[in-house]
């Protein structure tokens, strides 16, 4: 039942969006946006996934989109003429998406092919195997460490790639950028 | 499918429609940043799709108490967890890019950006 109150408040957040011009207030929307899905995924038992989203995703992208307003510009141009073709677009590519849905597993489903495949020999051996409680860390950490190893060279090139966009270029003060990068 | 099949899709489609709301705001505004806000919805929805596909009803958190219990399938979180960092880095990408931008040419506008360059190329305002 919260689980549809939460939803349909975050079909809502996601339609102000589209309707706000005023960039910061879109920016503060982004914010709750990220926060109510943190709360969905606490409730979908994902507390890992729900702690990070909370605190990349509502609390350092806000930030880095706070700086980035700062140096540039506050409000959204109006447009001259109503989008008709992106309408046409997202609207074939939703419906196609929405066709696609209906061969899915019903949601909770516990015989789902999801839950049948890897996950189990996860659940039962990493208690012995690797000895963290916490399934989620003994995957990312162990079972599939070369994914996060992965993470981590992203993180570095989009380190660099940022230094060297803002880095360099003198005049206006930028170290915002930079050092928030750590996320 | 039946009507009794909707309250097991109703997540799916919720999430779709976040999806496509991102996708307009992308393909639709003009504005750099309100694109990249665009991008950050389209990507949380994509994460809102996987951890439901990874929920058992009545299973609990994957974390090992010692008693038996149902867990949710964890290995979802793992990649949504490093979908996430993914995430922030080419979001903070993106926006210095926004910057940099912004200081070559004054505007974050699509079209105001077209014009300059257009100027820029041919030595006046473009003619339709």
Same mark, same amino acid.
């Given at each position: 039942m919260i689980n549809i109150v939460l939803l349909t408040f975050l079909a809502l957040t996601a339609l102000a969006i589209v309707r706000l011009r005023h960039l910061f207030a879109v920016v503060m929307l982004t914010g709750v946006y990220s926060l109510l899905s943190a709360g969905l995924f606490v409730l979908l038992d994902a507390v890992d996934v729900a702690f990070t989203e909370a605190a990349v995703g509502a609390g350092i992208s806000t930030v880095l989109m706070l700086g980035t307003l700062a140096l540039t510009s506050r409000r959204e141009k109006v447009p001259?003429?109503? @989008?008709l073709l992106p309408l046409i677009v997202v609207m074939i590519t939703g419906a196609a998406l929405l066709y696609g849905t209906? !061969?899915? @597993?019903?949601?909770?489903? @516990? !015989?789902a092919p999801i839950h049948r495949h890897v996950a189990p020999r996860y659940i039962q051996k990493s208690g012995t195997e690797?000895?963290?409680?916490n399934i989620v860390t003994s995957v990312l950490a162990s079972y599939r460490g070369f994914d996060t190893l992965g993470e981590v060279t992203v993180i570095f090139t989009a380190g660099i790639g940022i230094l060297l966009l803002l880095?360099?270029?003198?005049?206006?003060?930028?170290k915002d950028e930079e050092t928030e990068e750590e996320g | 499918m039946t009507l009794a099949d909707i309250p097991g899709l109703y997540n799916y489609w919720v999430v779709i429609l976040l999806m496509m709301v991102g996708l307009y705001i992308v393909v639709s505004r003009g504005n750099l940043v309100k694109k990249i806000v665009g991008l950050v919805v389209f990507q949380t929805s994509v994460f809102l799709l996987y951890i439901s596909m990874g929920k058992i009803i009545g299973g609990t958190a994957p $974390?090992?108490?010692?008693r038996p219990e149902i867990f949710s399938n964890p290995l979802p979180h793992v990649l949504i967890l490093t979908a996430i960092v993914v995430g922030i880095s080419t979001t903070a990408l993106g926006l210095a890019l926004v910057v940099r931008i912004g200081d070559a040419y004054?505007? $974050?506008e699509e079209d105001e950006i077209a014009k300059a360059d257009h100027e820029a190329e041919f030595g006046g305002p473009e003619t339709p």
């Open positions: 001259g003429r109503t @989008p209906l !061969d899915m @597993p019903r949601f909770g489903d @516990p !015989d690797v000895g963290v409680p880095g360099g270029t003198g005049g206006r003060r930028r | $974390i090992l108490t010692g004054g505007t $974050i």
